[in-house]
């Protein structure tokens, strides 16, 4: 485990330790108890070996070894050491688990290589991967990006979970707890500073407000950094960081056996980002007159830098990715005696104003791409969790989760997009379009603040009863079966109307009913749409796992799933027929994900439980695989779902580590990870096969009908999945020595990846290049003060987090690098 000995829930002497396998209770219930133990001894850095690691994983508190799942904890001083501030840096530290974003609504989680689709973001499906927050589940994945507020632990969970958990986890969950109120005064600062003039303030206070019976604790983080990209037009610095983030918690004891925990918390983003810039070119079928070099070259255009890691661009639209989160929750725990009801109740809200570039580059393209949402939902979970060390074991639950997202959407097309989009070849009669590339023979009023507006509403309730038992048959062998019944039911509704004004044409508007106002070019461009998805179905789920205990300190277990991943609605606009007259109504709903999965497991300590040794193998096969998808159409990348045939993903982790003293400890974890497409016969073509001859090797025609499909479609079955690096590793440990009271320590925390595509058909185009990140720490601990010194990225390792193709089969490639290398100093303090 990543430093899992030093970072996770260790059993303090202080506190009265409960029995392992007892349901989950607030670490606030015993009056006199000190909170938070766990993060006190790491925050000492003074864990020793052999002390028990204790999670709720499973929805009781259980050693971390004895739990038959892989499982990964990281403490809240580890979190603050490495650098680790939101679940988008976690990657770094657990080699299975990979986070991409090309902003904050465009965001997933992803274990295992599953989870979301690689690519934009529809509105209209599950996310394989569940978030929690003190027990709630957050329905919007962008909070992922978003600093921790006070967090105590973080438990990383692989594969499916969906009879534990409420929301259904087809490949995992990322499982957050906070530092519980207090019956003890205490209070927390930490305060950072770096370069490019980083600044962050955390705080943390709680204090009993009635003995033994209420306590409050209030959490605050202030994060702010200039940006790392120039915009060479406007002077801007993009890519800044701006959060602020507010928790608090109200505990509440009526008596011994009843307590309630009242959250509430409010975080707003404002990063100003983000943006993707020139990367670099390559050939496609368009005619070569239409391909980015000769577009570029009639308008006498230069990117700002033809090297991306120059971190210059020059686009012309706005750009911003203001998110704001919040809400609140409360939970209730009543100790029946032989067992324990848990009660998770919880209102969100997630608001999102963007504005967008979606033409990468510093022409009037597209001048405006934003799609403002605001998205409320609405959750309840019921467990019943048997209490005690007994043979038999459960836990028996219901949820109910409702959702509604309401998205007022707009694009515009600026005065260049007439020269760049049109085809000189297929110019509408009477379009007054442009019959050339060259800017003198071009009318740029055809496409000249052409305009289409979005209504788009989503609404999403979802039912489930779950449970499972743990049997143990006889001493160290137990079985442990679980079930799910699910259902959900989505409905939705995409309604764009197109317009323009100018003098060539004054107040044209299209709608779905009338389109005769606009011409040809006008319609391929940006077109009315109006439909209404719907989508509902029931299954059934389960799982079973055979574990057994070797010895003390030696578990084994053997898993197998079926599971599934509710079918979903497009609600991103629809691809265009195979005619052209319209959109495709066949794509509005993509089928189940239906998910076999296998996985054995070995956790292991010896020499005295200073060595800690896991090993996990899994197979998983999934069905009607709910992909992302390009519509290949002119103006903008439009992604929608559509389902591939059969996807295999395979492979092996483990977690190393190894404390030969208290004066040291290492660790090492990997994962390799084989994930392809078994099946996949009609997707798009990568972009060398796009915008041309159907005939061309690799690329057939779409026969006439064929749901969401461009006019070429390739068979990528046996190539790779995208953003799944076949190896993954974290490395890195810690030595310390005594000097005066205190002790004087240096870290280091390294990870490497092997590449992967970045294209949801690969192309040699898209590949990211495998890298390393090496950060380092070096500071001073005496008490409850803690001093250091960082340096993340420290060879300033340049690599890309993303790379995008422009819409329209030109060939460009743009790209958004990784972070720059950063080093600063953290004084944290205790009171």
């Excluded at 929805?59 to 490495?82: D, K």
């Excluded at 200039?226 to 610095?237: F, I, L, P, Q, Y």
């Excluded at 007439?418 to 050339?436: D, E, F």
Aim: with cysteine.
């Amino acid at each position: 485990m990543s430093l899992s000995t030093v970072t996770a829930m260790l059993l303090a002497s202080a506190a009265p330790v409960p029995a392992p396998d007892t349901p989950v209770q607030p670490v606030a219930a015993a009056p006199d108890a000190v909170t938070d133990t766990a993060a006190a001894a790491a925050d000492d850095g003074q864990a020793e070996a052999g002390q028990d690691i204790i999670v709720t994983a499973q929805r009781r508190e259980e050693r971390a070894q004895e739990v038959p799942i892989a499982l990964s904890v990281l403490g809240g001083q580890e979190l603050a050491q490495t650098g680790s501030s939101s679940v988008a840096k976690l990657q770094q530290l657990q080699p299975a688990l990979q986070f991409y974003s090309s902003n904050p609504r465009n965001s997933a989680i992803n274990i295992r290589g599953l989870g979301a689709p690689f690519g934009l973001t529809n509105d209209g499906i599950e996310q394989g991967v569940g978030l929690y927050v003190d027990q709630v589940y957050i329905g919007r994945v962008g909070a992922a990006t978003l600093d921790f507020v006070d967090v105590d632990r973080i438990e990383v969970l692989r594969g499916p979970q969906g009879t534990l958990y409420g929301k259904n986890t087809t490949a995992g969950a990322v499982n957050i707890t906070t530092r519980a109120p207090s019956f003890q005064p205490e209070a927390k600062v930490e305060l950072t500073g770096g370069n490019y003039q980083f600044f962050q303030l955390k705080t943390s206070l709680s204090a009993p407000i009635a003995d033994d019976t209420l306590a409050v604790r209030l959490s605050t983080t202030l994060t702010k950094r200039h940006g790392t990209v120039d915009n060479v037009r406007t002077g801007e610095k993009l890519h800044k960081l701006d959060n602020i983030g507010v928790r608090g918690q109200l505990l509440w004891r009526p008596s011994n056996n009843l307590d309630f925990t009242l959250s509430g918390d409010f975080n707003l983003q404002n990063p100003l980002c983000c943006v993707q810039y020139y990367v670099r070119t390559g050939a496609t079928q368009r005619p070569l007159n239409r391909q980015y070099a000769a577009l570029a070259a009639a308008f006498n255009y230069k990117p700002a830098s033809f090297d991306p890691f120059d971190r210059k661009t020059d686009v012309d639209a706005d750009i911003n990715s203001r998110q704001e989160i919040g809400g609140v929750g409360l939970v209730g725990n009543l100790d029946l005696g032989f067992a324990t009801l848990t009660s998770v109740s919880a209102w969100r809200y997630w608001d999102w104003k963007p504005a967008n570039d979606r033409d990468f580059i510093g022409l009037p393209i597209t001048t405006v791409s934003q799609n403002p949402s605001h998205q409320t939902q609405l959750s309840q979970e019921l467990r019943l969790s048997s209490n005690g060390n007994t043979r038999l074991k459960y836990t028996l639950g219901a949820f109910w989760f409702k959702q509604t997202i309401n998205t007022h959407g707009s694009q515009v097309q600026g005065s260049a997009a007439s020269r760049w989009l049109l085809n000189p070849g297929n110019v509408a009669v009477g379009s007054s379009g442009c019959a050339t590339p060259t800017a003198n023979a071009c009318n740029p009023l055809v496409l000249d603040g052409l305009t289409s507006t979005n209504e788009i509403h989503f609404d999403n309730t979802s039912f489930a009863v779950f449970g499972k038992l743990n049997w143990e048959v006889v001493d160290g062998l137990k079985i442990q079966p679980g079930l799910r019944l699910n259902y959900d039911k989505k409905s939705g509704s995409y309604v764009a109307t197109v317009s323009i004004n100018n003098s060539a044409f004054p107040n044209k508007v299209a709608t779905c009913a009338n389109t005769s106002a606009l011409n040809a070019d006008q319609l391929n461009t940006l077109a009315p749409q109006c439909y209404s998805p719907k989508f509902s179905d029931w299954n059934i789920s389960g799982d079973a796992t055979i574990s057994y205990d070797f010895s003390r300190d030696v578990h084994g277990y053997a898993t197998f799933a079926r599971s599934f991943k509710s079918g979903g609605i497009n609600l991103s606009g629809l691809p265009l027929n195979a005619t052209n007259t319209g959109v495709d109504l066949s794509t509005q709903t993509v089928k189940p994900e239906k998910e076999n999965h296998f996985e054995v497991g070995l956790k292991t300590q010896f020499l005295d439980r200073r060595v800690t040794f896991n090993l996990a193998g899994f197979l998983t096969d999934i069905n009607d695989y709910q992909a992302t998808v390009n519509n290949g159409q002119l103006t903008v990348i439009r992604g929608y779902l559509a389902n591939a045939g059969k996807v295999r993903v395979k492979g092996f982790e483990w977690d190393a580590s190894f404390q030969p003293s208290e004066r040291a400890r290492v660790y090492f974890n990997g994962a390799y990870t084989d994930a392809k497409y078994v099946k996949f016969v009609n997707a798009p073509c990568p972009p060398e096969l796009s915008g041309g001859n159907p005939a061309l090797n690799g690329a057939t025609p779409a026969a006439p009908g064929t749901p969401g499909l461009s006019p070429l479609v390739c068979d990528i079955s046996g190539q790779v999945l995208p953003g799944i690096s076949k190896w993954s590793l974290s490395f890195g440990g810690e030595v310390n020595q005594p000097v005066g009271e205190g002790e004087v320590y240096f870290g280091y925390d390294g990870s490497y990846r092997t590449k992967f595509s970045s294209n949801p058909s690969p192309s040699a185009y898209t590949w990211i290049n495998g890298y390393s990140l090496s950060n380092f720490r070096l500071g001073y601990r005496k008490g409850d003060l803690n001093v250091f010194a960082w340096v993340r990225n420290a060879f300033d390792q340049h690599y890309f987090e993303l790379l995008t193709v422009q819409s329209g089969s030109t060939g460009l490639i743009v790209g958004q690098p990784g972070d720059v290398r950063t080093f600063g100093a953290t004084v944290s303090k205790t009171f």
